[in-house]
């Protein structure tokens, strides 16, 4: 049975730095393909970043250059760490994993098998 428990959120001032951390039990991150991604309320669930087997990254446009995901392959975890926050960046943080590949429509939510429960980060300006 796979497990993906998030934690690391909270509230934090704009410009500040947070890292969320997904620790996976029953799927290995480093074989397959990990994700991040928020929802705000009233909005949709979207894409954040994703990161595959071979280690490869992509990021939604939105946070691209102040997020960085990343993977432990020993702890089995995934990683976001998230820097220059801003108010726009809060919502609820899901981490995701998908087997395999990751799918070509990354940032779509409804191309991943798992979930965790989700995680809330508050950016207040």
């Known amino acids: 049975q796979v497990q993906l428990v998030e934690s690391g959120g909270g509230s934090v001032q704009s410009g500040g730095s947070l890292r969320l951390s997904c620790a996976a039990s029953?799927?290995?991150?480093?074989?397959?393909?990990g994700g991040w991604f928020r929802q705000a309320p009233g909005k949709e669930r979207e894409g954040v970043a994703v990161?595959?087997?071979?280690?490869?990254?992509r990021y939604a446009a939105s946070v691209e250059g102040r997020f960085t995901i990343s993977q432990d392959k020993v702890k089995n975890t995934l990683y976001l760490q998230m820097s220059s926050l801003k108010s726009e960046d809060t919502g609820i943080y899901y981490c995701a994993a998908d087997r395999f590949r990751c799918p070509g429509l990354w940032w779509r939510s409804d191309g991943y098998d798992y979930w965790g429960q989700g995680t809330q980060v508050t950016v207040s300006s």
């Open positions: 029953g799927f290995t991150y480093s074989s397959n393909c």
């Open positions: 990161i595959d087997f071979t280690g490869s990254s």
